[in-house]
Each structure stands twice: as structure tokens, then as C-alpha cells.
């Protein structure tokens, strides 16, 4: 009896399993028809990490690289960097040449079919309002509390150039105009690059009739009228300005656009750009209808790419773990590593007293770099192609990397790790005891704990014995000479020629370390009234050499960077410059 | 009880008078509001730190910085005179519109997981307490401290994971083989055949019956494209109205009085006539329409059922009422679904977002809209369910068994009440007075503790603007954010309060 339920019990679950191994239940009804696989997708969507803050870029408050990634396509400029580093010309906005070298002059024209949005033609007073804004020639009447000096009415970001730039001549209405140089610049091919702002907007805001082409903020601008500019200059500092985390965009016809796409709304951090009507350019004029801008935080970034969320991504701290999730998810994203502009370092506090006074101490620890082990760590799990970094203004992903580097012998000099050459440096600096080495690092960063930890690993072997200091405020402790002795972070490479030079200079604002050398400044003094982009390799090389000699600091490699985005999406070329992934965004198109 | 509230509310005034004050000065005493600069250089530092002093009133000392604050708080107070603000952030930005829109989106998310949580939690709490020492109580035990101790970063990992990226692939294609329909109907019998309990024969037929149910069930959802176009159609409206007006009445009355019963029938025929007679009505509504809707189908089916009852007329309508209000949901969800295979559509194909409260430039109807809201809550209010839930059980449990042992439970037991009298109206109403406080202190504590929620979900909400107030030592937000979830906080243990009053009869609150 039991025999027989058993096996007819047996014969019965083997049925059911031969039946439900066969075949399954359910399917979709609708079948992807062939004429779609054709046609293009009318939205991108982009994921970035921080909500964008302004609409003007250009301030000091909203000077982010998230504000960029907006304006890239919203705004036209004369220059921009492309994908190699390189500055390209945007001859969809208009030319420039240089047309003397004393006084440096460049003329300038733009389109003469360009306008913003609402039909305003780009002209004179846009340029002049910029030119106003960035010049830092219109003080306040009022004092900073702190350094004593006068502050300017227009809170811009940066005066480097526009400060040498004489007071522009030209009438309302005009497409052309110069640009004069009180003094030489080098970065003068690069000066137009960050977007203009609509200055009737500007003006209408600051009680001034737009009318006339803005006759009348040309004339206050001409003649320093500052009670006139006064309102202005606030409407351009904070009258851009979003909300925070974006849950609504201002009035529209406060945000007139120049580039192919122009804003359109904005939900919850999340911004809508359409399709710019009104533009003229055949070169650059947008491919997709709609451009979406997601704040997604970068952990996230990756789930959100796989389920279709985002369609690009630009994480901006990848480790290894993003990479492999990324390559995990298959063929339906693509997925690109390279080498970014921004590089990790370690500078040493040298002035008088601090450990890093002697040049042969700092030697020492530059030969007990890891560094080697560094890179196999944290760059090539990432980037195949990442190597140790020698140089400190050219990064390997720039094209003159190489050619400056054989000219600057010193700068591979130190480069290999020597444990038993840094114990002879020390012993030649006299050090017979431990040299205490304080080592500064961002503490929400498992990434600089895990160098710093390789770093104290192999030059406790040399004789230095590293104390890690992991601060939150490392940041402001940058500036505070006597709070740390050695500080590992990272500075971004501009691919400009004159910005670092704060960096090296005596007393430069950020010479953290106290670095002093003569030759170095007065190498920097060349560079920067040098208008001649032939030179620029020849002097950046003898500076080179000389900073790798007096071994200002100890550079590590060029941080990793990671872009991916779904493989229906074509266009995408990663930027390692600060214009960042957006810069060519009107190219891309996305297949349904 | 006017009185009562009158003295709460100065009490709670003078509360949050005291705690804003200190919050104010331990936020601007946490660190330092320029940190950020260190970096800087230039005119762009001096012009930065310019506008920031500006922006925060850092020239004033902090006690004026104080009354500056309280100044702006005045200005909402008081109506007229100037612009309500609540003051500025660091970027020289309004508070209140930031406060709004994150108030917006954290509301939505957290009334509906709380709700849910509050649900689920004291209906299985219910279960587990009745069913003690059994395999059922033992696994929501283990389960939910399983739950409690999860990290919500690595949840909302997993949750994304699977149901969103593999459940919208699947969703492309909705089908499953006959053997996953078979172990799902098996894995239904098991939970059910252990949750009903009884002896081994009637969890044998419990164990078939639900078994069966569920994969015939599965699998006429599947051929039937449910998964394609979701919805309850007429029929299957039929069923569930008919199947409401029974649950409600098996739980609230029992079938021992007919005329309850016919009530209750008549209040699922008044909700079904609803559903059939509002179908243009809501075609396109707006949240007023749906209410007053709601509202009219209640009152009918109030006075319907008090028509039936006859002698329990007053019982008999307001089981009446909650199957309206429960029908009425159903045709809300009916409706809302009826806009899934567009939307799913325009998502290409991947309804369930892992990031976002919003799809961007939907410009869609009243159904879109809130379907596309409720798409993007799913992951989220799962995460905080999830964890919510494992408390809400626990306590439920403890106090429900608390209660059952009682003296007065017994007697009740022993005057011959059954079994559903006994649980639902003497142990289960005083069980309640414990969740109570515990529901008014988790509403409260969610508000503002959402935060990893928000971050990984790509939300904005209350959590994230206090969060990074507090990073950038800037007060305007952080007291925002602060004046709310006081506020909440003191309100809802008052509400707490007075609902004890209604629950236990021993206190009154004069």
C-alpha cells in the first residue's frame, strides 16, 4: 500500500516536472517594429554629481565644473578645449587673430548672424559687460575686512588677463572689436573661453533700457559710472543664481541661451535643456531635441546606467569597484578609462625650521616613494595605460608630456625607488634619529588612507617614520604653515599655460610648502608675458628641471578617469580637461 | 480637551523656542563656514568669502547672527511687511523655497512608507503574537531582525538590483516557465499552510488550496498580459469589491448577524455602481474631484448599509463605510494603473527608476503624474518599509501577547465571546495604546532621518538639505530644517496623546 502511493506519488511529481521543463507562460504582445530600430531617440539623458548652482559660470561663488557641464552647450565662445587638450576654435561663434605683439592686440568678430535666444544679436555690450565684470577695474568704495583691500562691484571668478585688458573701444551694434594688452599674456588665444553673459538681461535688470543695442550700459561701463553699474554688477553676481539643488529654473527670459540648446525646465535637481531654435551655426547646432541632466550621486551612477536612468555617465572619483561593476553590466554600455588632468602629490613644508628644509631630506623622500607600487595599486586596475607622473605642468595625457620630459633629465632622476640611496641622503643631511614626517590627507578618503599607508610602509625602511593626519578641514589647514610637514592631495591641470604659476612663485598664494627659488620666478616671469605659444615648450622645460633639481615636491601619477555611457548613445568623447564630458554633447544622437 | 491642547501648544512653544536656540548656536559653533576656500586663490577667494559673510551675517557676532535669524523666522510669522525668506543660505539664496520643495518630495515619501510599514508591521505583529512559538512566528522573528540590522546603503544596492534592473528586464518580456509558477504556488502553500496552523490535515488543505490558488492565479496574470497592461477591468473589479465586503465583514462583524452581511454586500454593489458610473468622471480629475468622489461613495454606502442593517444599523454602516473607502482605493489603483503601459513606454520599456522623485517633462494627465510619482517611490518605500516594519512588528507582538494574557481576556474568553470578538475588540484596541507612541516618535524620526535614502536614491529631500547644512557649517538650512521636524516632533506626540484618550478609557485629558 505504501509502496504503491509512494511510487505513484513519484510518477506524478516526475510528470509534473517533465511538464513544467517545457515551455513557460505568459511573453509581451508587442514586438519592437523594424522602422524604430531606425529612427533617433529625442532625449539624452546625463548623469552628473552635483546639481549645477548658476547660469553664470563666471562668478566666484559658482566657478564649478557642474555649472560647466550646462554651459558647454548653452553658451558660445570664441575657444574651447577639445578632447585632445587642445584649444579649438568655434568658428560657428565667430574668429580672432592676433594682429600686434606691442601692445599685445587681438582682434576679434563675432558671427554676424548670432544671437541669443530671444533674438537679441550677440554684440558690443555683451563683450563689454564681460569684459566690466572680469576686470576687477570697478571698486566698490568698500573695504574687505580681512586683507584691507578694496573689493570690486563684480564678483568674478578669476581677473587673470582681463586685468592687463584695456578698456575695449566700440559702439553699441558692433561685431568686431579689440582686445589690447597693457601687458603681454600668455593664456590671450584662451582668454574668451568662458561664457558671455546676455548683457540686456543684465542691463534691463539693473534699471538700464536695453534699448539701442545697450547704449546705455556701454556708456556707464565707459565711464566708470559705479553708482549706474552698481545694480548690475549685483544682478550678474546673484541674479543667475538657482535655487539650491534646482527645484525650479528662473523666469525664462532672464536665461537667454547662445549655444545650440537652451534651458527649458527644472524639477527637483533635475534640468531640461531643448533644442536652441534660434540658432545659427551649422557646425555645432544640436543633434537630439532634449539634453537631460540627472543628479545622481556617484555611487549610484552605475545601477543607474545599467537600468537605463542615465544614458552617460563621468563618476567623479572612480576606484576599481566602478570599473568592474562597469564591465560587468556587458555589451550594452560602453565603457572608456583614461588619463585626466588632475594629479595626486605630496607637497613639503620647507621653510626655514620644517623638516623639508634640506633639499637632500626632501631627495630622501622623494627616493622612498612607492610609487611604482602606487600606480599598480590604484591607477592601472583603472587605466591600463597609467604610469608614474615626473612632470609637474605637462600630464601624460597631454601631447608635449614626453618631448618636455627628455629635456628635463632631473625630473626621472629621483623617480625610481631607492630605499638604500634615500638612508645615504639622510645620513649625508645628518640625521642620525627617525625623521618625523607629519602626512596630511583628506580623511573621508579610503583612497589617500591606502597611500598614505604604502607611503609610511616603505619610507619607515629609509629612516623617515611618517605619522598619518587624516583631517577633514585639510582643505583650510592647506594655508596654515606649521600644521603639517608633508600633505598628499591632488591640484587639476588647466592646460593653460600661466595658471600655476601661484603654485611655484615665492610667496605664491598657493605655495603651500614655502618653496623659494630664484631662478624658478624669474622662469615664471617669462612664461607669463610670453605671447608666443612656440616658446611656451622650450621655457616650460628649463622650469621643469629646475623644480625636479630643487625637488619642490613629490609628484605621484595622474588620477584615473572612467566615462561610460549606453551603447545606443554615439557621439561621446571624453575630455580630460575641466570643460569636462559635455563639451561636444550637441554631437551625440541616441539610436531608439 | 481644548484646554488640554491650548496648555500642549504653549508648553511646546516655549519647546522649540529653547531647542532652536541651541540648535542655532552648536550648528555655527561646527566648524568653520570658509573651510572650503582653502584650496582657492585670488580674487575669487576674496570675492567668495565676500559674499558668504555677506550671505551669513559672519561679520556679526553670533548672538546677533541669532536674532538676525529670528528676525527672518518673524517675517513669516507676521504676515505683510516683507518677503517671508526664512533667511538666506551660504549662496545668498531663500531658505523657503528650498524648504518647500524638499518638504514636497520627503511628505510623499515618508507617509507612504510609514503607512504601509505601520500596516504590514501590526497585521503580521497581530499574526505572530496569536500564532506564538510557531514556525511562523519564529521566521518573521528572525526575519525581521534580519531586516532591522541591514545597512540601508546596501539594501537599496540589492533593491535596485533586482527589483529594478532585473524586474524591468523581465518586465519587457513578462513570462515565466511552468516550473517557477509551480515553486512559487509551492512557496505561497508553505507560508500560508504555516501562517493558518492547525493540525496536519488542515495544513495539508490549507497547504493545496493556496498552493493552487496562487499559481493558477500567476499564471492567469501571465496569459492574460497583466504584466503588459495592468489594470482590474470590470470582472476582476466584480471580484474584488465582492471579495472586500467579505474580508471586512469577516474581521469587523462575522457572519453570524445576515443583516450585517447584507450590508455589506450592499456597500461592495454601491462601490461597483460607483466604479461603473465615475468612469468619465475620471478621465482626466484632479485630487478634488477623486476626493469628493471617494466622499459621495462613502456617505451612500454610510446610509445604504444603516438602510439594511435593521436592528445593527449603527454598526452595520460604518462596516459599510470602510468597504466603500476600501473599493474606492481599489478603483484609485485601477485607474492609476490603466496609465502604466504609456508611461512604461516613454521609459523605454523600463517602467522602475533608481533614481529620481520625478520623470522630467512628462506633461502627462492626473494618472500619469501620480503613477510616474508612485513608480519612483516604489524602491525607496520599500528600503524604509522594509526597516520600519521589523519595530512596528516587534512591539505589536510584545504588547498584543501582553494584552492576551490579561485577566479581563480570559473572562471574556470564558463568557462565551468567539474568538474574533475576543482579539479584535477587547485585545487588540488596548494593544494599540503602545504602537501609538511608537508611530508618533517613527513619523517624526523619518522626516529628517531619510537621509541615506534620499542620497541613494537620488532624492531631495528634508535629509539631504540638513546633511549638507551641517557640512557646510551653514545655519539658514539646518534651522529650516530643524523648525520643521520640531515642529512634527512636538505635534505628533500630542496627537499621540489625544489618541490615547480615545483608545483607553482611563484617561481623560482635562
Redesign the interface.
Same mark, same amino acid.
Given at each position: 500500500m505504501r509502496n504503491k502511493r509512494t511510487a505513484s506519488l513519484a510518477a506524478l511529481s516526475i510528470g509534473? +516536472?517533465l +511538464? *513544467?521543463?517545457? %515551455?513557460?507562460? %505568459?511573453?509581451?504582445? !508587442?514586438q519592437p517594429s523594424e522602422a524604430a530600430e531606425e529612427e533617433l531617440?529625442t &532625449?539624452i539623458n546625463v548623469a552628473i554629481s552635483q546639481?549645477p548652482?548658476a547660469y553664470n559660470s563666471y562668478?566666484?561663488?559658482?566657478?564649478s565644473v557642474y555649472n560647466t557641464y550646462v554651459n558647454n552647450v548653452v553658451h558660445s565662445t570664441f575657444v574651447a578645449f577639445n578632447a585632445d587638450g587642445e584649444l579649438e576654435r568655434n568658428e560657428d561663434f565667430g574668429t580672432f587673430e592676433k594682429t600686434s605683439d606691442d601692445p599685445l592686440t587681438v582682434k576679434y568678430s563675432i558671427n554676424e548672424d548670432a544671437v541669443w535666444s530671444d533674438g537679441t544679436p550677440i554684440d558690443f555690450d555683451d563683450v563689454l559687460l564681460q569684459w566690466a565684470a572680469a576686470s576687477?577695474k570697478h571698486p566698490s568704495g568698500e573695504k574687505?575686512?580681512? &586683507?584691507g583691500?578694496e573689493?570690486?562691484l563684480f !564678483?568674478?571668478? *578669476?581677473? =587673470?588677463g582681463f586685468a592687463q585688458v584695456e578698456l575695449p573701444e566700440g559702439e553699441a551694434g558692433d561685431k568686431e572689436f579689440e582686445f589690447v594688452y597693457s601687458e603681454p599674456y600668455a593664456d590671450w588665444e584662451s582668454l574668451l573661453s568662458e561664457p558671455m553673459m546676455p548683457a540686456h538681461i543684465a542691463a534691463e535688470q539693473g534699471g538700464m533700457s536695453p534699448e539701442g543695442d545697450g547704449a546705455e550700459l556701454i556708456e556707464a561701463i565707459k565711464g566708470t559710472d559705479i553708482e549706474a553699474l552698481k545694480p548690475v554688477a549685483e544682478f550678474w553676481? &546673484?541674479g543667475w543664481?538657482? $535655487?539650491?539643488?534646482l527645484? *525650479?529654473l528662473p523666469d525664462a527670459a532672464l536665461i537667454p541661451s547662445s549655444g545650440p540648446y537652451k534651458l527649458? =525646465?527644472a524639477?527637483?535637481? #533635475?534640468l531640461?535643456l531643448v533644442k536652441n531654435e534660434e540658432y545659427w551655426g551649422k557646425e555645432r547646432a544640436a543633434k537630439t531635441e &532634449?539634453l537631460?541632466y540627472? #543628479?545622481?550621486?556617484d555611487? $549610484?551612477a552605475v !545601477?543607474?546606467l545599467?537600468?537605463?536612468?542615465?544614458d552617460v555617465i563621468d563618476p567623479s572619483s572612480p576606484t576599481v569597484d566602478t570599473k568592474s561593476a562597469l564591465e560587468q553590466i556587458g555589451e550594452t554600455i560602453t565603457v572608456e578609462t583614461g588619463e585626466t588632468l588632475t594629479f595626486s602629490h605630496v607637497d613639503l613644508a620647507q621653510r626655514p625650521g620644517d623638516v623639508f628644509e634640506d633639499l637632500k631630506v626632501r631627495q630622501a623622500f622623494a627616493k622612498c616613494m612607492p610609487r611604482e607600487d602606487m600606480v599598480e595599486k590604484f591607477v592601472t586596475p583603472i587605466e591600463p595605460e597609467g604610469k608614474v607622473m615626473d612632470l609637474r605642468e605637462y600630464q601624460p595625457a597631454q601631447p608635449d608630456y614626453d618631448t618636455v620630459l627628455e629635456g628635463a633629465p632631473a625630473a626621472t632622476e629621483n623617480a625610481e625607488l631607492d630605499i638604500e640611496g634615500a638612508k645615504a641622503l639622510l645620513a649625508d643631511a645628518g640625521k642620525t634619529e627617525p625623521v618625523k614626517v607629519s602626512l596630511m590627507y583628506a580623511s573621508t578618503s579610503q583612497l589617500r588612507a591606502d597611500m598614505v599607508a604604502l607611503m609610511k610602509d616603505s619610507c619607515d625602511q629609509a629612516g623617515f617614520e611618517i605619522i598619518p593626519q587624516p583631517e577633514e $578641514?585639510?582643505?583650510?589647514? +592647506?594655508?596654515q604653515p606649521g600644521s603639517w610637514d608633508a600633505v598628499l592631495?591632488g591640484w587639476a591641470g588647466s592646460g593653460l599655460v600661466a595658471s600655476a604659476e *601661484?603654485i611655484y612663485v615665492s610667496e605664491g $598664494?598657493?605655495n603651500f610648502g614655502g618653496y623659494k627659488d630664484e631662478k624658478v620666478d624669474s622662469i615664471w616671469k617669462e612664461i607669463v608675458t610670453n605671447t608666443d605659444p612656440e616658446k611656451v615648450v622650450e621655457m616650460k622645460t628649463e622650469l621643469e628641471q629646475r623644480l625636479a633639481e630643487t625637488q619642490y615636491n613629490v609628484v605621484l601619477y595622474a588620477n584615473p578617469g572612467i566615462n561610460a555611457w549606453n551603447s545606443k548613445v554615439e557621439g561621446v568623447q571624453p575630455n580630460p580637461t575641466q570643460t569636462g564630458l559635455t563639451w561636444n554633447a550637441y554631437e551625440w544622437t541616441k539610436k531608439k | 480637551m481644548l484646554f488640554f491642547i491650548a496648555k500642549r501648544l504653549v508648553i511646546s512653544f516655549f519647546i522649540m523656542a529653547a531647542a532652536t536656540t541651541l540648535m542655532f548656536f552648536l550648528v555655527i559653533s561646527s566648524g568653520d563656514p570658509l573651510s572650503d576656500l582653502g584650496e582657492a586663490s585670488g580674487s575669487a577667494k576674496k570675492a567668495t568669502i565676500a559674499a558668504r559673510t555677506e550671505a551669513m551675517n559672519l561679520d556679526q557676532p553670533p548672538l546677533m547672527r541669532y536674532f538676525l535669524w529670528l528676525q527672518d523666522l518673524g517675517h513669516c510669522l507676521v504676515p505683510g511687511g516683507v518677503d517671508c525668506t526664512l533667511g538666506t543660505d551660504r549662496s545668498g539664496n531663500a531658505v523657503l523655497p528650498q524648504l518647500e520643495s524638499a518638504i514636497g518630495s520627503t511628505f510623499r515619501l515618508v507617509l507612504v512608507a510609514t503607512v504601509i510599514a505601520l500596516v504590514l508591521g501590526v497585521v503580521v505583529g497581530i499574526v505572530t503574537a496569536i500564532r506564538q512559538y510557531t514556525t511562523f512566528d519564529y521566521s518573521i522573528t528572525f526575519i525581521s531582525f534580519v531586516l532591522f540590522s541591514l545597512p540601508l546603503f546596501w539594501l537599496s544596492t540589492l533593491l535596485k538590483q533586482y527589483m529594478a534592473i532585473d524586474l524591468n528586464t523581465w518586465l519587457a518580456n513578462p513570462q515565466f516557465p511552468y516550473l517557477t509558477i509551480l515553486l512559487v504556488g509551492v512557496v505561497a502553500g508553505v507560508i500560508w499552510a504555516v501562517v493558518v496552523g492547525g493540525d496536519r490535515k488542515r495544513r495539508l488543505a490549507v497547504f493545496g488550496i493556496a498552493a493552487a490558488a496562487t499559481a493558477v492565479a500567476l499564471w492567469l496574470l501571465l496569459v492574460t498580459g497583466w504584466f503588459v497592461t495592468p489594470g482590474l477591468g470590470p470582472v476582476g473589479m466584480l471580484i474584488s469589491a465582492g471579495a472586500v465586503a467579505l474580508l471586512w465583514t469577516a474581521l469587523l462583524a462575522g457572519f453570524r448577524r445576515r443583516r450585517i452581511l447584507y450590508a455589506a454586500l450592499t456597500a461592495a454593489a454601491v462601490g461597483y455602481a460607483g466604479y461603473l458610473l465615475s468612469i468619465p468622471l475620471l478621465a482626466d480629475p484632479n485630487w478634488l474631484t477623486v476626493i469628493a468622489l471617494l466622499g459621495l461613495t462613502v456617505a451612500v454606502a454610510y446610509a445604504a448599509g444603516g438602510f439594511v442593517g435593521g436592528p445593527y444599523r449603527g454598526r452595520a454602516a460604518r462596516i459599510s463605510a470602510v468597504i466603500a473607502f476600501s473599493i474606492g482605493l481599489l478603483i484609485f489603483l485601477d485607474r492609476l494603473l490603466q496609465a502604466y503601459p504609456e508611461l512604461s513606454a516613454r521609459a523605454g520599456g523600463r517602467p522602475i527608476p533608481t533614481t529620481g522623485s520625478e520623470s522630467p517633462n512628462l506633461s502627462g494627465g492626473f494618472w500619469e503624474t501620480n503613477l510616474d510619482y508612485a513608480l519612483h517611490l516604489i524602491l525607496p518605500t520599500i528600503a524604509i518599509t522594509l526597516i520600519s516594519f521589523a519595530t512596528y512588528t516587534r512591539y505589536t507582538r510584545a504588547s498584543q501577547l501582553d494584552v492576551m494574557n490579561q485577566d479581563y481576556i480570559r473572562t471574556a474568553r470564558a463568557k462565551g465571546l468567539s474568538e474574533r470578538t475576543v482579539l479584535v475588540k477587547h485585545a487588540f484596541r488596548n494593544a494599540m495604546i503602545p504602537i501609538t507612541t511608537l508611530m508618533a516618535f517613527d513619523f517624526a524620526g523619518v522626516l529628517g532621518g531619510a537621509v541615506i535614502t534620499e542620497t541613494v536614491f537620488g532624492w531631495n529631500g528634508m535629509g539631504k538639505m540638513f546633511v549638507d547644512g551641517v557640512h557646510t557649517v551653514d545655519p539658514g538650512p539646518v534651522m529650516a530644517f530643524f523648525l520643521v521636524v520640531g515642529t512634527a516632533a512636538v505635534l505628533f506626540n500630542m496627537l499621540a496623546d489625544i489618541a490615547y484618550a480615545f483608545l483607553d478609557p482611563r484617561i481623560t485629558l482635562s
Open positions: 509534473v +516536472l +511538464l *513544467s521543463a517545457c %515551455g513557460s507562460a %505568459g511573453g509581451t504582445a !508587442q531617440a &532625449t546639481t548652482d562668478t566666484a561663488n559658482a566657478n576687477g574687505d575686512p580681512d &586683507t583691500a573689493t570690486d !564678483q568674478a571668478a *578669476s581677473t =587673470n553676481n &546673484t543664481n538657482y $535655487e539650491a539643488d527645484p *525650479s527649458d =525646465n524639477v527637483n535637481g #533635475t531640461t &532634449t537631460v540627472k #543628479t545622481v550621486v555611487e $549610484e !545601477q543607474a545599467e537600468n537605463g536612468d542615465v $578641514e585639510w582643505a583650510a589647514m +592647506l594655508a592631495f *601661484s $598664494e598657493q | -
